[in-house]
């Protein structure tokens, strides 16, 4: 399955909308989409909705918290918004629910 990342902004904040399986094979396609929603965002926080994602390895792991670490040095922050139940217990047990937030969705 191949992955998709479009930008949309919900209210004011930006959002990175990500949709497919997100591995080795993938994770550059996020890993750019991040890159350029953290640039163009400077200073801001930017979300990062996984609802679409049907799979993610720690690759993709590693790459949301490089995004996270990137946007933090430019004085902003990355979020992720996931209600997936599956995908909610792996950030906890990988630890990156405590590196970054997780909601559950965007506020209205």
């Not at 909308?17 to 993938?26: I, N, Q, T």
């Not at 989409?33 to 953290?38: D, Q, S």
């Not at 992720?80 to 792996?90: F, H, N, Q, T």
């Amino acid at each position: 399955m191949d992955l998709f990342c479009r930008q949309a902004v919900v209210g004011t904040l930006p959002v990175v909308l990500v949709s497919g399986e997100l591995d080795l094979a993938s994770v550059g396609v996020l890993r750019d989409a991040l890159l350029k929603a953290v640039t163009e965002h400077r200073g801001t926080t930017v979300a990062v909705d996984l609802e679409g994602v049907t799979a993610l390895d720690d690759t993709a792991l590693g790459i949301l918290l490089g995004g996270a670490a990137r946007a933090r040095e430019h004085g902003g922050d990355l979020v992720i918004v996931c209600a997936s139940p599956r995908l909610v217990e792996r950030f906890e047990l990988s630890g990156l629910a405590r590196a970054m937030q997780v909601l559950e969705r965007l506020a209205p």
